[in-house]
């Protein structure tokens, strides 16, 4: 399970990726933890986030990211990984994002463990710590017996500086407002669950639990669902058959214009570009659950159409197919006939070329989806 954790300064993630480890066998991932240890081992990566830190400056993302595909490259992280710390911001989980579907190990869990602001200022601000022994205390939560004394060593309990309150509500407002967009970005993806992190460790961790196990499930029965793999020829045979009914849409006729000049216009690349940038992106929000439907779907509408198609090539004759082949043109085909009927002036390149091209793209990246669904099983 490839999981992202979500929480506040002293919403208790820490102690809830610990138990995940425990129990899923899956290794923590904390950038904080990366990034020491790639300083102290001197790797190339460390070298050049010591020189930015010596400089006073934060450590870039992309250097964070490199460390974080390097340490998704040992054997341990196989089985899935708990990433801590990381993604703070929007960019960054954007980011991340494109890093593990490169990987081709895409997230699949980004739990959030939630406090109320207000009870993470209590327990922040009224934590006190022995200064003999280390031990921990709150004022609020865990008091000591005696008022400002360790009940193990008798040692004086000290309030660090910085757990003052406007340190602290600081921090968290800051948090927040990073966050906050990266919450939504999960939610939209389907990915997000979130857990209240208030109560008993044990209570919490049981939430925790819960939430993996009902996503682990899920995703295996998806899994099962999902129809067998697509042959490269099954999609072969396909493309043909799309390129065939595209080339065989009739242009729709233009006022003042001679009908053949016409199926040659060019359709404005910018403009299909931009549908298709559209389209990808619409696509990438889909959550992967909803994504596998949604093509499943697909397949199933497309078997369907061409059972259709079929049928009605024998029933209909030829002037029929046309009009209905009209009717189905898309309304953006439409526009740019009327776009041209302003600028009779301009003169169209021939570029009937140019269409399969685009639709090269199109297969090259279904292939390119199909092989990484592939290679995720
Ligand atoms: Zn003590």
């Known amino acids: 399970m490839r999981i992202v954790l979500l929480g506040a300064p002293g919403s208790g993630k820490g102690t809830q990726a610990k138990l995940m480890v425990d129990r899923y066998g899956i290794p923590q991932i904390s950038t904080g933890d990366l990034l020491r240890a790639a300083v102290e081992a001197e790797t190339p990566l460390g070298r050049q986030a010591k020189a ?10 992309e250097l964070v990211l490199a460390m974080i595909r390097e340490r998704l490259a040992q054997p341990d992280t196989h089985g899935g990984f708990i990433l801590d710390g990381f993604p703070r911001n929007l960019a960054q989980a954007e980011a991340l994002d494109g890093l593990l579907h490169q990987l081709g190990k ?29 031990r921990v205390y709150n004022v609020y939560t ?37 966050t906050t967009p990266v919450i939504d970005y999960y939610a939209d993806q389907g990915k997000l669950r979130t857990v209240e992190g208030v109560g008993e460790i044990g209570d919490i961790f049981q939430a925790v639990s819960r939430v993996v196990d009902s996503v682990k499930e899920q995703q295996a029965a998806a899994a099962e669902a999902e129809p067998s793999a697509v ?85 209909k004759p030829a002037a029929k197919k046309k009009k209905a082949a009209a009717k189905k043109k898309p309304a953006a085909r439409k526009k740019k006939v009327g776009a041209k009927k302003k600028a009779p002036g301009k003169k169209k390149k021939p570029v009937g070329k140019k269409k399969p091209a685009a639709k090269r793209k199109k297969v090259a990246g279904k292939k390119k989806r199909t092989a990484a669904r592939k290679k995720r099983r």
Request: hydrophobic share 35%.
């Open 106 to 134: 895409p997230l699949e869990l980004a739990l959030h463990i939630h406090v109320d602001h207000e009870v993470l200022m209590e327990r922040m601000t009224g934590r006190r710590t022995c200064v003999s022994c280390g």
């Open 231 to 315: 042959t490269l020829e099954d999609l072969e045979k396909k493309v043909a058959t799309f390129r065939q009914a595209w080339e065989e849409q009739p242009a729709l006729p233009v006022e003042g214009q001679p009908a053949g000049e016409q199926a040659e216009a060019a359709p404005a690349p910018a403009k299909k570009k931009k549908a298709a940038a559209k389209k990808k992106a619409a696509a990438k929000k889909k959550p992967a659950a909803k994504k596998k439907k949604a093509i499943a779907k697909k397949k199933a509408a497309k078997k369907k159409a061409a059972k259709k198609k079929k049928a009605a090539a024998k029933k």
């Open 142 to 178: 865990s008091p000591p017996k005696i008022d400002g004394q360790c009940d193990v060593c008798g040692g004086n309990l000290h309030h660090r500086a910085d757990d003052n309150e406007e340190t602290i509500g600081n921090r968290l407002r800051v948090y927040e407002l990073q």
């Open 52 to 61: 930015a830190m010596d400089a006073g400056q934060l450590v870039s993302d």
